[in-house]
């Protein structure tokens, strides 16, 4: 997709420079969840067994952890849904990188939707940083102003706020009504108890909206609440994010065309990648920390 | 409006052909060349077929090599793991539960010699695989109900063990299926 995009532009170096970030962002995962699955268990650790072949909950002996942990993560980073070991048993810290792979959303661009939001970070970073430097923000040529800015901030906010709210609305349930005459009452939703349980409900809402399908399965979600409720976040958080940058394109491709000159931001340096990353990590971090603290960060400090 | 129509179902149809009758298509091909052509491949103890290579089976009895402990009881109609997290009390009680069931059955074992993937259930519950220390450490038990030398079992676990795909993607593995006919034939 990417390199295509630098093939259509005649921008390589920009693809190059795109590609470098999107491996970044991965790799900043990955690392983590390759550590925490080889050290195992905390917990296993206390019942003195061998534990040399790290957290073999929920994974094959033929993958080993090293392949699971591998696949969780880039699973979740390009939105396949697919799985080769269940995600519900893997350890917090990687349990928290694989929602923050669906949380950034935006690396490599697995079913289409990667380069659509990564492209909206591309405007921000270039606003921000045209601010920073005081130049003005310029994109392929096109300057990029207050409209575009609304269009795009929309679309990075949307994803955060679906997630959260829902995660909101789902555990004010489970804690009001737990005992409601529903099929499935909230109070048998969740397989695991406390810090886990409400992961298993942010992992799902973060799931639905970012394009993924896989699922920490201990969650009973075959029924009513869950089908209606996540089936809304789906089709906001899919559809929207494709009508926003495609309405951005179209006011850029109408603006007049400003060529390059000593004055204009270079989007595809080294330093103009770093900055993007930045703006993802930033805004994916911030925006999701609090709810990442009281679920897979808040299991960690319990387990260590 | 024309200009925007006729683009859109001419790709539609091609992309109905490419999706649904061509790649499948490919597909079923690519696994016609592989293994087994395409089918599970089976295993067979004296000429009868005694189950599937990549789907683990449930083997209690002592004179048999164990599998992992399964979520499913090996059921291959409902495939699925336990979706325990990691701090779940309930979940922590079973690994003891199991590490305590695996050491009365097999006394000469330390705790410190059970690996992990003996007293965790596997993703699928069906996993047909156990590492090559799950093996070893049943040994000694086997040997005494079947009354054979220790040796000579390990030298069956030697024979059978897999070693990763290219000589470092994944870990070594022993398909207790396969050791357990060996068991049943020599």
Redesign the interface.
């Known amino acids: 997709m990417i390199f295509a995009l630098g093939h259509y532009l005649n921008r390589k170096r920009m693809a190059w420079a795109i590609f470098g970030v999107m491996t970044a962002g991965m790799l900043t995962f990955l690392i983590p969840t390759m550590i925490t699955e080889i050290h195992?268990?905390p917990?296993?650790q206390h019942?003195?067994?061998?534990?040399?072949?790290?957290?073999?909950?929920?994974?094959?002996?033929?993958?080993?952890v090293?392949?699971?942990a591998y696949w969780n993560i880039l699973t979740t980073v390009i939105s396949t849904g697919s799985?080769?070991?269940?995600h519900?048993?893997?350890?917090?810290v990687s349990g928290a990188m694989e929602m923050l792979g669906m949380m950034t959303n935006c690396f490599y661009g697995g079913c289409g939707a990667g380069f659509l939001n990564y492209y909206i970070f591309i405007i921000i970073a270039v606003f921000i940083s045209g601010l920073m430097v005081g130049r003005t923000p310029e994109f392929l040529g096109r300057k990029i102003e207050a409209k575009e800015m609304k269009i795009a901030t929309i679309i990075a906010l949307l994803h955060p706020l679906l997630i959260l709210a829902f995660t909101a609305l789902s555990s004010w349930t489970l804690v009001n009504f737990p005992d409601i005459a529903w099929a499935v009452k909230p109070s048998n939703w969740l397989?695991?108890?406390?810090?886990?349980g409400f992961?298993e409900m942010l992992y799902q809402y973060a799931s639905c909206s970012a394009n993924n399908g896989s699922g920490?399965?201990?969650l009973a979600d075959n029924n009513m609440f869950w089908n209606v409720t996540a089936g809304l976040v789906m089709i906001i958080g899919r559809y929207l994010p494709i009508i926003g940058p495609v309405a951005i394109a179209g006011i850029l491709a109408r603006k007049k065309y400003i060529p390059e000159s000593a004055g204009t931001l270079k989007t595809d340096t080294g330093t103009f990648a770093l900055m993007t990353y930045a703006v993802i990590m930033i805004l994916a971090a911030l925006a999701f920390f609090p709810a990442l603290a009281l679920g897979p960060l808040a299991?960690y400090f319990?387990?260590h | 409006m024309k200009s925007y129509l006729l683009p859109s179902l001419k790709l539609t149809a091609v992309l109905i052909i490419l999706c649904t009758v061509i790649y499948p298509l490919l597909i079923a091909g690519v696994a016609k060349l592989a293994p087994g052509g395409g089918d599970g491949i089976t295993l067979s103890s004296n000429g009868k077929v005694v189950g599937y290579e990549n789907i683990g089976q449930k083997f209690t009895q002592d004179k048999y090599f164990w599998g992992r402990p399964s979520a499913v009881d090996y059921n291959a109609a409902a495939s699925g793991g336990s979706n325990k997290g990691p701090s779940n009390p309930e979940y922590l009680a079973g690994v003891k539960a199991r590490i305590d069931t695996f050491l009365v059955h097999n006394p000469t074992i330390k705790k410190e010699q059970i690996p992990a993937d003996l007293v965790t259930m596997s993703g699928s519950g069906l996993d047909p695989d156990i590492s090559v220390q799950a093996a070893k450490i049943q040994v000694p038990r086997i040997a005494k109900v079947r009354n054979r030398s220790e040796k000579e079992i390990y030298q069956i676990i030697a024979q059978i063990k897999e070693s990763p795909l290219l000589g470092f993607l994944g870990p070594e593995k022993v398909n207790v299926l396969k050791l357990n006919i060996a068991l049943n034939q020599k």
């Open positions: 195992g268990n917990a296993i019942m003195h067994i061998n534990q040399a072949s790290g957290s073999m909950e929920g994974k094959e002996v033929r993958f080993g090293q392949a699971s799985v080769n070991s269940m519900d048993s893997s350890m917090p397989n695991n108890p406390g810090y886990h992961s920490f399965e201990g299991e319990s387990l």
